[in-house]
Nanobody, 118 residues
Framework: QVQLVESGGGLAQPGGSLRLSCAASRSIFSLYTMGWYRQIPGKQRLLVATVAASGTTTYADSVKGRFTISRDNTKNTVFLQMNSLKPEDTAVYYC????????????WGQGTQVTVSL
């Protein structure tokens, strides 16, 4: 079992920045694709960004050029740097871990609220 604990959410103004962190309870990055998803009430949880075991990253079109996913292998932590925030980025953000070869997400974090508003 792996626990994922997010932190760093909060309130930001449009155009501002936030940095989310996701700490894994043990070293898994060599076997798992780590990701960030977001969800607003009543809507489907949507993929924001991923970083594969190889280090390859992917992004949703809506955040390309504004968000950056990265990881610190020594601290078992994944980050999501969010710049140029927009009100439509408001959501609960979830960290995820999917084992290589798995079709489904194996582990989720508890989520952290991000609110972008004046």
């Amino acid at each position: 079992q792996v626990q994922l604990v997010e932190s760093g959410g909060g309130l930001a103004q449009p155009g501002g920045s936030l940095r989310l962190s996701c700490a894994a309870s043990r070293s898994i990055f060599s076997l798992y694709t780590m990701g960030w998803y977001r969800q607003i009430p009543g809507k489907q949880r949507l993929l924001v960004a991923t970083v594969a075991a190889s280090g390859t990253t992917t992004y949703a079109d809506s955040v390309k050029g504004r968000f950056t996913i990265s990881r610190d292998n020594t601290k078992n932590t994944v980050f999501l740097q969010m710049n140029s925030l927009k009100p439509e980025d408001t959501a609960v953000y979830y960290c995820s871990a999917r084992r290589i070869g798995s079709l489904n997400i194996d582990f989720w974090g508890q989520g952290t609220q991000v609110t972008v508003s004046l």
